[in-house]
């Protein structure tokens, strides 16, 4: 028992990161972006910057309460089932899966509001 509420904690705390940064983001008055190599874009560059920061901030805060449920799933299930191989690679799929959803939904808000030159 004490175990699941430890894994439990942590999960939580990993998730809560992605919260607070969709909560950051949702309310920055500077264009937001991820954090993967890219130059922040200026308010020049974009349609509308309150939306961008929104639909980010969405995402993040999406991204954090989809990736606890995820987690909370996966360890009560390896707890109860036996093929731990299998479900490892099943929370794997669903985790690349979530990512790629959020670097989706990046790209399609790259393509819809950044002003085109």
């Given at each position: 028992?004490?175990?699941t509420?430890i894994?439990?904690?942590?999960?939580?705390?990993?998730s809560?990161?992605?919260?607070?940064?969709?909560?950051?983001?949702?309310?920055?008055?500077k264009?937001?972006?991820?954090?993967?190599g890219?130059?922040p874009?200026?308010?020049?560059?974009l349609?509308?910057?309150?939306?961008?920061n929104?639909?980010?901030?969405?995402?993040?805060?999406?991204?954090?309460?989809?990736?606890?449920?995820?987690?909370?799933?996966?360890?009560?299930?390896?707890?109860?089932?036996?093929?731990?191989?299998?479900?490892?690679?099943?929370?794997m799929?669903?985790?690349f899966?979530?990512?790629?959803?959020?670097?989706?939904?990046?790209n399609m808000?790259?393509?819809k509001m950044i002003?085109?030159?």
């Amino acid at each position: 028992m004490a175990a699941t509420i430890i894994y439990l904690v942590i999960s939580l705390l990993v998730s809560l990161i992605f919260i607070i940064l969709g909560i950051m983001q949702y309310r920055s008055e500077k264009p937001v972006s991820i954090n993967m190599g890219e130059k922040p874009l200026r308010k020049e560059e974009l349609t509308n910057v309150t939306e961008w920061n929104h639909r980010h901030g969405r995402n993040f805060i999406i991204l954090g309460c989809v990736l606890f449920i995820t987690q909370a799933v996966f360890g009560y299930f390896i707890k109860k089932l036996d093929g731990v191989v299998v479900q490892v690679v099943i929370y794997m799929i669903v985790l690349f899966s979530e990512i790629a959803w959020v670097e989706f939904e990046h790209n399609m808000m790259k393509k819809k509001m950044i002003k085109k030159h």
